[in-house]
């Protein structure tokens, strides 16, 4: 899920992808990617949402809720 409203800067973004990766570390940020086996499951619930910077893929509220249930 994506908010934009926000004071401070984001300190690590989180990635999910079908294969295991390692951390990556961007200057004062932090990518950490999150495996998932089964990801085509889950791929209804990804939505593609425009920013300032481009285009991004995010968890849905559906998704992100079931996301914190688990």
């Not at 390692?22 to 940020?29: F, L, P, V």
């Not at 086996?37 to 300032?52: F, L, P, Q, S, Y």
Request: glycine residues 4%.
């Amino acid at each position: 899920m994506y908010q934009d409203a926000t004071h401070q800067a984001v300190m690590e973004f989180q990635i999910v992808t079908p294969k295991r990766m390692s951390k990556i570390k961007a200057g004062r940020n932090l990518i950490v990617f999150y495996y998932r086996k089964d990801i085509a499951a889950v791929e209804a619930g990804i939505e593609d949402r425009k920013t300032d910077t481009g285009r991004m893929k995010i968890s849905s509220p559906a998704l992100t809720a079931l996301d914190l249930l688990r």
